[in-house]
């Protein structure tokens, strides 16, 4: 999740969060479960957009300020 955390910045991708999620676990011999996913917090706590696991990089809505 901490991998995912970093990514998080203004011009980034839902795919860069999902890419990084997933290259740290399977790089530490775990892989990511794709039933399961992440999701925004605004005013509400389980808001869009919801954040794969998953992902390649470079791809997916861009990250934006509020």
């Not at 992440?38 to 791809?59: C, D, K, M, N, S």
């Amino acid at each position: 999740m901490v991998a995912g955390i970093r990514q998080v910045k203004s011009g980034a991708r839902l795919g860069d969060i999902g890419h990084a999620i997933q290259s740290h676990a399977e790089n530490n011999n775990f892989s990511v479960v794709r039933e399961y996913c992440g999701h925004g917090i605004g005013r509400g706590f389980h808001e869009e957009p919801q954040v794969l696991h998953y992902g390649i990089a470079g791809t997916g809505l861009e990250l934006s300020p509020a």
